[in-house]
């Protein structure tokens, strides 16, 4: 079975900074782009980053551009997401996700429990 485990949420104020990690086992991670996404109370599902098995290639949505930071260590099956300089408008689960072909980035056919990033002002 496909498991993606998200973890690292919590709570911290303004400016501050999480790195969230997602453990993957049962696809061939170091085959498959992946991604975070993250949904806000209320408020549809928002992609945030997804990063490219072949080449490393790593794409932000606008709003999270030049703070978040997305990696992979493949030997370990482990997505990262470094968020420096939070905002309270980052406040949402955040969700590793895999997608349906591992050569596209959508649609998404696999996400795990998510993790709770709450950001005080």
């Known amino acids: 079975d496909v498991q993606l485990q998200a973890s690292g949420g919590g709570v911290v104020r303004a400016g501050g900074s999480l790195r969230l990690s997602c453990v993957a086992s049962?696809?061939?991670?170091?085959?498959?782009?992946l991604i975070w996404f993250r949904q806000a109370p209320g408020k549809e599902r928002e992609g945030v980053s997804c990063?490219?098995?072949?080449?490393?290639?790593?794409t932000y949505g606008d709003s999270v551009k030049g703070r978040f930071t997305i990696s992979r260590d493949d030997a370990d099956n482990t997505l990262y997401l470094q968020m420096n300089s939070l905002k309270p408008e980052d406040t949402a689960v955040y969700y590793c996700?895999?997608?349906?072909?591992?050569?596209?980035?959508?649609?998404?056919?696999?996400w795990g429990q998510g993790t709770l990033v709450t950001v005080s002002s």
């Open positions: 996700a895999k997608p349906l072909d591992p050569g596209d980035v959508l649609p998404l056919d696999a």
């Open positions: 049962g696809f061939t991670f170091d085959y498959h782009h």
């Open positions: 990063i490219r098995f072949s080449d490393g290639t790593t």
